[in-house]
């Protein structure tokens, strides 16, 4: 499948069935965070992975889980962080939302759903898993086998902006209406 198909084909999914994501498929998701791009290299990125029911309920205080067997929760390190001079923006975010892009992606070519979830409580994942200070818990990436099957490609004709909307050329003008 070529790239632009495979970036239409995932989706967010809310709703697991009940089946554990084989080892290998878990290393392939895994291994694509791995070799992400990040800001000079620096690698942020630790993740732990959580599959054990009891540890699923220990999410599930800080965030839903949709009957999802593996949930992936994505920190950043912030002991040696690149910071940009200009204006003391951290690239952290930035790399860690690729990394997961690229493992929810790699995820949807394996026919696993994700959804990505930013809006959780990182205090009581910090807690439940006995993170340290400078390991910051940045998103959650749930994972497993869509209990409803994919939502179509073909969405995106409807529920995208057209890229006029979005993308200026050479400088930034407003949208002329």
């Known amino acids: 499948m070529d790239f632009l198909e495979l970036a239409k084909k995932r989706c967010t999914t809310r709703g697991f069935k009940e089946k554990r994501i084989a080892e290998d498929d878990l290393e392939r998701i895994l291994s694509a965070g791995r070799v992400a791009p990040t800001a000079c290299n620096k690698q942020p990125q630790r993740i732990i992975v959580v599959q054990e029911p009891d540890n699923i309920l220990k999410v599930q205080k800080a965030y839903q889980t949709f009957g999802s067997q593996c949930i992936l929760i994505v920190c950043q390190d912030k002991s040696n962080p690149l910071i940009r001079p200009f204006d003391k923006k951290c690239s ?73 909307d979005t993308v200026r050329y050479e400088k930034y003008r407003e949208e002329e209406s």
Do not use: W
Not at 124 to 138: A, D, G, H, S
């Open 92 to 164: 952290g975010d930035l790399d860690i939302g690729i990394i997961c892009d690229h493992m929810m992606l790699a995820a949807r070519e394996l026919n696993i759903g994700s959804v990505m979830v930013g809006l959780f409580d990182p205090k009581i994942i910090r807690k439940e898993f006995n993170i340290p200070e400078y390991i910051e818990p940045t998103a959650l990436i749930i994972l497993g086998y869509p209990s409803e099957g994919f939502l179509s490609s073909d969405r995106h004709k409807t529920e995208r902006k057209p890229l006029q």
